[in-house]
C-alpha cells in the first residue's frame, strides 16, 4: 500500500514563504515523475510544478520565479518552496506521484489527500 503524506500548509501574508512536503510511504520498487497540483474554489485542479527521476523540472507560468520543487530521492520526498506568496495562490495542495509499489507489476499515480495554503493579509 502506498500512501502520500502532505505537510506545510497555512496561512501566510501575502509576500511570505511556505514549504510543503510530500513523502511516499509503502513497499515502493521505483518513482518517477513527482509533481504538486492545486485547486482554487470554484477552479479546475492545475498543474503546479513538477520533477522528474533525473531532477528535470517544469513550472506553470505563474509560478515561476518564486516557486522551486525538488526531491530527496532517499527519503522518497518532493518538496515545494514557494516565494513571494500572493493571494491568488490560495488553493488546497496535493502531491501526485507516478509509483510502482513492490508488489505489482505496473507503475501508478497517487495522490495525497492535500494541505491547504492561504495567503491573506
Known amino acids: 500500500q502506498v500512501q502520500l503524506v502532505e505537510s506545510g500548509g497555512g496561512l501566510v501574508q501575502p509576500g511570505g514563504s511556505l514549504r510543503l512536503s510530500c513523502a511516499a510511504s509503502?513497499?515502493?520498487?521505483?518513482?518517477?515523475?513527482m509533481n504538486w497540483y492545486r485547486q482554487a474554489p470554484g477552479k479546475e485542479r492545475e498543474l503546479v510544478a513538477a520533477?522528474?527521476?533525473?531532477?528535470?523540472?517544469n513550472y506553470a507560468d505563474s509560478v515561476k520565479g518564486r516557486f522551486t520543487i525538488s526531491r530527496d530521492n532517499a527519503k522518497n520526498t518532493v518538496y515545494l518552496q514557494m516565494n513571494t506568496l500572493k493571494p491568488e495562490d490560495t488553493a488546497v495542495y496535493y502531491c501526485?506521484?507516478?509509483?510502482?509499489?513492490?508488489?505489482?507489476?505496473?507503475?501508478?499515480?497517487?495522490w495525497g489527500q492535500g494541505t491547504q495554503v492561504t495567503v491573506s493579509s
Open positions: 509503502g513497499t515502493i520498487f521505483g518513482i518517477n515523475d
Open positions: 520533477i522528474s527521476s533525473g531532477g528535470g523540472t
Open positions: 501526485n506521484a507516478d509509483v510502482r509499489p513492490t508488489m505489482a507489476p505496473r507503475w501508478m499515480y497517487y
